[in-house]
């Protein structure tokens, strides 16, 4: 499965490559470390600008894991061209990995192309011994960045789960919350 997840990330940030510009593009302050950080996950750095986490509390579910990448924003992706991206990721994933089957659970997102704007994957992808992995995938936009965000785990509950405690801080984090 850890093949079948970093070909899901690869997939996913090919739809941008990060951008570093001024310092009000969180996509800069995101390059040296994690702009992002939760209690109770242990950090490790990925390949480029990735950022991975890794559970070490029972209650984020049987082998979680939550990565990230922060890019510049202005990504005008739509939700329609999310939602094909996302049928030919299933298809290259099951194409890579023999006897993998990926049911894609839903596609979410906002019409339009303001910010913010959020766009959410869920799947199921059972490996050819029977052993699942439940993923959910999003990207987000915002003023100041935009982000794609991963979580995996073998219990669905808990792959949404750690994929909404991270989404939160994303968003604050590329969108800053309006004024009142």
């Not at 800069?28 to 950080?37: K, L, R, T």
């Not at 490996?127 to 987000?140: I, P, Q, T």
Request: proline share 4%; aromatic share 8%; hydrophobic share 40%.
């Amino acid at each position: 499965m850890k093949s079948a997840i970093r070909v899901a990330v690869g997939w996913s940030l090919l739809l941008g490559s990060p951008v570093f510009v001024g310092a009000s593009d969180v996509s800069a302050q995101a390059a040296a470390g994690p702009a992002v950080a939760i209690s109770g996950w242990r950090y490790e750095k990925g390949q480029s600008d990735l950022h991975v986490f890794h559970c070490e509390q029972p209650k984020c579910g049987t082998k979680s894991k939550v990565s990230y990448r922060i890019y510049a924003p202005g990504n005008v992706m739509t939700l329609e061209q999310y939602r094909e991206s996302q049928q030919q990721l299933a298809t290259a994933l099951e194409r890579r990995k023999p006897g993998l089957k990926v049911t894609i659970l839903g596609i979410d997102g906002d019409k339009g192309a303001g910010v913010p704007r959020l766009y959410k994957a869920r799947r199921q992808m059972t490996a050819a011994n029977g052993e699942s992995e439940f993923v959910v995938s999003g990207l987000m936009f915002g003023s100041r960045g935009s982000a794609s965000l991963i979580s995996s785990s073998q219990e669905e509950k808990a792959s949404n789960a750690n994929y909404a405690l991270f989404q939160l801080s994303m968003m604050n984090l590329i969108e800053p919350p309006a004024k009142r």
